[in-house]
């Protein structure tokens, strides 16, 4: 049974930082590319960074040089590390796996606000 259990939200100011985790179970975590999606409230989900197996990364142009997405094989966890944040940055993150089917954590709320 996969599992995917994030962590890591919370309010922040215009400016801070704050780290996401995800914690995998029931999947060979090494051999799976790792996502995080974000949904604003009102907009579709959206594709925010992927990780794969072997390290390489993408990101969505809005978080491109803010946002680092990463990953601990040996913990099963993969992170995201938000600088800079904006107001439009808030919205609830997910961490998605995809193995023969996709799998999405519970999220975790994100709200950038002064």
């Known amino acids: 049974q996969v599992q995917l259990v994030e962590s890591g939200g919370g309010l922040v100011q215009p400016g801070g930082s704050l780290r996401l985790s995800c914690v995998a179970s029931?999947?060979?975590?090494?051999?799976?590319?790792m996502n995080w999606y974000r949904q604003a409230p009102g907009k579709e989900r959206e594709l925010v960074a992927s990780i794969s197996s072997g390290g390489n990364t993408n990101y969505a142009d809005p978080v491109k040089g803010r946002f680092t997405i990463s990953r601990d094989n040996a913990k099963s966890t993969a992170y995201l590390k938000m600088n800079s944040l904006k107001p439009d940055d808030t919205a609830v993150y997910y961490c998605n796996v995809w193995r023969m089917t996709d799998y999405w954590g519970q999220g975790t709320q994100v709200t950038v606000s002064s």
């Open positions: 029931g999947i060979i975590f090494s051999r799976c590319t």
